[in-house]
């Protein structure tokens, strides 16, 4: 915990989230997560929306490549994960969504 933060010393992510909002308004609304503990970085998180994720990180020109993927909850989500610098914040995205049930196979219809 930092002790001693004030919110002036969240300018940065909070400047950037101004930022998105005016270049950005058009796209889907994600979670907004800022912390005292990264007081330089500024999180957009989607539950249950890897559309809007994809959106962000194109609208970002945050190449596929840069992103990471991973499982969690027994493989039951997957998570979608990047991160760019962004007017002097670090800009994390992170998409959750449901891991599709495997198809049964040789089983008749």
Do not use: C
Request: aromatic share 8%.
């Amino acid at each position: 915990m930092n002790r001693g933060l004030t919110l002036e010393n969240l300018a940065v992510p909070l400047r950037v989230l101004r930022l998105l909002a005016t270049d950005f308004g058009h796209l889907a609304a994600p979670e907004i997560y800022i912390s005292t503990i990264y007081p330089d970085r500024l999180e957009l998180r989607f539950h249950d929306d890897l559309s809007g994720f994809e959106t962000w990180r194109d609208a970002l020109g945050i190449v596929p490549d840069d992103v990471d993927y991973h499982e969690q909850s027994d493989g039951r989500t997957r998570v979608l994960k990047a991160s760019a610098a962004y007017a002097g914040a670090v800009l994390e995205l992170i998409g959750y969504g449901d891991v599709p049930a495997p198809v049964p196979v040789g089983v008749p219809g």
